[in-house]
């Protein structure tokens, strides 16, 4: 189905037009389809168009400077937004493997720990000191709250 313009498209086109051309919107007609909608067109659409008159008005050419460099700014104050959500989400995807990191080795640590029976160290000369149960178990505990911290459960 053909159809012209609505009458918010028509208003839109008067008025977003800066200079139109003369024979630009000078005559615009009205009819009604079967259907009943309202079609505004250049052209006649059927024998019971009627011809409307539409009053260009030339826009202010000082008025449009103004919202152009409004749009201007607003455009750039969208892009330095969305650069700084870009930055962010970097920074957050960065602090995220981090996190991630860093519960693995709290997580391998506590299992290690876990399933050991006998742990040492070495003293100053060399020598296995071996951790005491109590000790042992501690450390198990130490370890088991490092791990729930670090991967938050």
């Not at 919107?25 to 011809?51: L, W």
């Not at 937004?81 to 391998?108: F, G, H, I, T």
């Amino acid at each position: 189905m053909k159809r012209g313009l609505s009458a918010a498209g028509l208003l839109a086109l008067a008025i977003g037009l800066h200079t139109p051309p003369p024979a630009l919107c000078q005559e615009v007609y009205k009819s009604t389809d079967a259907q009943g909608h309202v079609i505004y067109s250049d052209h006649p659409t059927s024998a019971a168009s009627q011809r409307q008159p539409v009053d260009v008005v030339p826009s202010d050419k000082d008025e449009a400077a103004r919202l152009e460099k409004q749009r201007a700014l607003e455009d750039a104050d969208y892009a330095q937004r969305s650069r700084e959500e870009a930055d962010q989400q970097r920074k957050q995807a960065a602090q995220d493997k981090q996190d991630a990191e860093r519960c693995k080795a709290a997580r391998n640590r506590y299992l290690s720990l876990k399933d050991l029976r006998r742990l040492y160290r070495l003293d100053d000369a060399g020598n296995r000191v071996y951790y005491s149960d109590a000790e042992l178990d501690a450390m198990r505990v130490s370890g088991k709250q490092a791990m729930d911290q670090a991967c938050g459960t």
